[in-house]
């Protein structure tokens, strides 16, 4: 039987956050039982900084993957690092610049002339002076009653009916929103009422209506200045956020419940404090802990029955998931992860990339190496797109995403590895355009101190037997090289995976 394809509708700031923590997770080489993830990006404000991140962070997972295993099955390489497909994401923005206000989009002015007095009267009744003059180009600044109109256009744009054209029987949906705002809370209700519609006319649409169908919504995790809007300077409230959650919930537990078959709420009592920017370039928000636990929810998602092609396979209709830490603590660290499966691939990607930073470039420009040798690397190859891909993804991806994790916005941090070693972090931290790259010096003597909150086994003994990457690499470089893969790039990505692999079992004890 044939992976199923997930189409991951990310709606929102909140949504293409989740999706950057959610390459990171697949590029650590976590499985994913699908066939390929293919992100279905959904937001008004089209020059959202967070978004641009986003689009920037798959750009550069896409181009190592395709230099490792394009070409390669599905079912070949698994547990790898970047070894699942992500499709570059379809964008069905509804730019507010093409509307300006709603009630220019609905032609307010002209309702009465045309017939639609009542129409008019309704309208008024249910939008205050401010929605309808409310500018469109930045979202609907925690405004789903706004929402709710303009997305309807969402399903309406090429990039939709392309996903209808191209989905099978047994293919998954999965809905990324927040639930406090205004597009996350406008599009989940709106996209399931379209999915679940019998009479939609969408193409495929029995596959759809039948599919299988979850969701993650994000509950309050963070706050923004509140004098910006007793100032009249932003038109983001945050103290409404519970006020709107509460409502939501039960909107969403009379209307969405029943459409759903699986559905995650992840969220924080522990707010993070983030500037108040209405949207735009400005709006570039750090990575935090619950957008990680909101990525792992897709991956969990994608193991739920995994027999099963449509709704009507499942054993229970409906379930519902949750996620906790034991303590409240201010600090999470890789022993706080729900599944050791994640603390192990996270811990070996790690060290990927400490041996891609610091080591990589000076071992392929050895001409003595033994794994470089054995694979017959090519000279200059550290000058090649490859290995630049790699090291751009490590310095301005991975580091940065650390850095964010542990930001001093958060008031619960996510510090799985010590960062001192990242000596340029102060500059990271202003670089919110996301430019600059991760500037790590680690010397091989250091490398068991790493980790914060696993300890690596027999700390002592690693003085005299240090982790060695080149060692390992050249004992496994004989038995790559027979099974003819066909790539240098494959050749080097699975022995980077094999190996590093190798390390962390010999020195950290992992139940």
Known sequence: MSKPKLYL?????????????????????????TEKIIPMIIDTDINNGDMEKCRNMIKKYNRIHDSTYKGIPVDQDLGQFFRTPIATPKEMNVSGNDYGTLQDMLQYNSLGARGFKKTKGLFDLL?????????????????????????????????????????????????????????????????????????SGMNNSNF?????????????????????????????????????????????????????????????????NYDNCDGGTEQK?????IELTAAMSILEFLDYEPAATTKNDLNQP???????????????????????????????????????????????QSRTMAWRRELKIPSNFEKQPYFKDLKSFSRQCYYRWLIELNSDNHNRKFLPFNLS???NANELKKDT???????????????????????????????????????????????????????????????????????????????
């Open 421 to 423: 070693y990242i000596t």
């Open 208 to 272: 759809i209506n039948n599919a299988i169908i979850g969701g993650t919504s994000v509950l309050p995790y963070f706050q923004v200045d509140v004098e910006k809007f007793n100032n009249n300077e932003s038109a983001i409230n945050s103290s409404t956020f519970i006020t709107k959650t509460k409502a939501a919930l039960q909107y969403y537990n009379r209307n969405l419940s029943p459409l759903l078959n699986s559905l995650f709420y992840v969220g924080d009592t522990r707010h993070s």
């Open 127 to 199: 939008y205050n002076e401010s929605n309808k003059k409310m500018p469109l180009e930045k979202g609907f600044l925690g405004n789903p009653n706004v929402g709710s109109v303009v997305l309807k256009h969402v399903v309406e744009s090429q990039q939709f009916r392309e996903f209808t054209q191209d989905f099978r029987q047994e293919d998954r949906i999965f809905v990324i929103s927040s639930i406090f705002g205004g597009t996350g809370a406008a599009g989940f209700p709106l996209l399931m009422n379209v999915f679940r519609n019998p009479q």
């Open 9 to 33: 509708f990310a709606v929102g700031g909140t949504g293409s956050r989740v999706l950057k923590s959610l390459v990171m997770l697949l590029a650590s080489g976590i499985k994913a039982n």
């Open 285 to 289: 928000n750090p990575a935090n802990f």
């Open 433 to 511: 355009e996301g430019t600059l790259p991760a500037q790590v010096r680690i010397n091989k003597k250091d490398l068991h101190t790493l980790v914060t909150g696993v300890p690596a086994t027999k700390q002592k003994a690693l003085f005299k037997n240090p982790m060695s990457f080149d060692e390992t690499f050249s004992n496994l470089a004989k038995s790559i090289k027979k099974e003819q893969l066909g790539s240098t790039e494959r050749s080097v990505g699975k022995m980077l995976s094999n190996g590093i692999e190798t390390i962390i079992n010999q020195h950290f004890t992992l139940q």
């Open 318 to 364: 409906t379930r519902f998931f949750e996620y906790g830490i034991e303590s409240d603590a201010a600090t999470l660290t890789l022993e706080h992860l729900k599944s050791n499966s994640y603390l192990k691939k996270l811990l070996n990607f790690h060290y990927f990339n400490t041996y891609v930073t610091n080591f990589m470039e000076s071992s392929l």
